[in-house]
């Protein structure tokens, strides 16, 4: 069992001792996204070179340990430098929170995932036409994603700037389709001035904009146009509402990445819908994210 798939369940088990009154639903829809996220209940029967989230390899050596790619060995000395971070306690992963959290295995475990965020930020800063490089991400958290994003730009030297949305609260009815409703009242745990503070080697680079997604759009400081855009709601209401935002300003080779596209056939859906008619190439990945690379 992974660490993160041990944290969720013991979270899991903490909040069913609280809401007894909901449990059977509860245990229910959990078990089925457990099932989906972690293909529970099938027999290992090879020795996996690689293990973690949601994705399990036997063949692929993770590609940061024997390269000589400029790009693979940056990326890992800032994985490294994260690690320090949580290690120190100057980076805390409050939605991986329990006493007992070995949080340097959860940051193993989401190698790949990383690794496919920093990657998506170089291709595009690699193909980048404009001097600025403005980044966007809908869902932030802890501020995990972006740390590899920013640090990305960062080694890059970009003029670079990241606008981040988040309600930094729990997540509401309102900004949930019926088939996502599992997801209401998580992360009311989330402190935006922790996330800041996680983040604050890229201060100067980063535009907070605390609120709901959409109404948020109405109100905060949105950028003129966007090279990289990562959108990560666990909602594929609020997803389509920053595809239907944002969508025209991104810039050519512009890229959108998706980290619920594998795990939520809602968001699937939606995306698959939107992006059927726009110009580009998309694919996915085996750790559930997709990428869509726009052609103007
Ligand atoms: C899965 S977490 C993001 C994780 C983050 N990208 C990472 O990997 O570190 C989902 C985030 O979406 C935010 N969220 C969900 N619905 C939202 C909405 N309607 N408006 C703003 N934020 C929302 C939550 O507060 C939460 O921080």
């Known amino acids: 069992m992974s660490e993160a798939e041990r944290v969720y369940i013991e979270q899991w088990r903490a909040k069913k001792r609280k809401r007894k009154s909901i449990l059977s639903n509860k245990f229910r829809i959990l078990k089925y996204n457990l099932y989906k996220k972690f ?21 692929s050596k993770p590609p940061w340990l024997d390269s000589n790619n400029i790009d693979d060995l940056n990326f890992n000395i800032y994985h490294e430098k994260l690690k320090l971070l949580v290690k120190e306690n100057k980076f805390f992963l409050s939605q ?39 980044m966007v991400e809908c869902g932030v958290c802890d501020g995990l994603t972006i740390y590899y994003a920013l640090s990305a730009s960062k080694i890059k ?45 890229y201060k100067q680079n980063i535009f907070f904009n605390k609120g709901y997604i959409p109404d948020i759009f109405k109100t905060g400081n949105n950028p003129e146009d966007i090279s990289w855009l990562h959108i990560d709601l666990n909602s594929s209401k609020t997803t389509i509402e920053c595809l239907e935002f944002f969508f025209q300003k991104i810039n050519d080779s512009g890229v959108i990445i998706f980290d619920d596209y594998g795990a939520f056939k809602t968001t699937k859906d939606v995306v698959d819908s939107f992006l059927k008619d726009k110009t580009g190439h998309f694919f996915n990945f085996p750790t559930g994210q997709a990428m869509f690379i726009k052609k103007t």
Not at 101 to 110: A, D, R
Not at 113 to 123: D, E, K, L
Not at 174 to 193: C, T
């Open 39 to 59: 293909s529970l209940g099938k027999k290992n029967r090879y020795p996996f070179s690689f293990s973690g989230w949601g994705m399990q390899t036997t063949f």
């Open 96 to 134: 991986f929170y329990l006493p007992d959290t070995n949080y340097q295995k959860i940051l193993e475990e989401l190698k790949w995932r990383s690794y496919i965020i920093y990657n998506s930020a170089i291709f595009a800063l690699n193909f980048k036409k404009k001097n600025t490089f403005n």
């Open 157 to 201: 030297n970009a003029n670079f700037i990241a606008f981040l949305y988040d309600s930094f609260d729990e997540i509401k009815e309102d900004y949930l389709s019926p088939e996502d409703i599992d997801q209401l009242g998580n992360y009311n745990h989330l402190d935006i001035e922790q996330t800041k503070k996680n983040l604050q080697l």
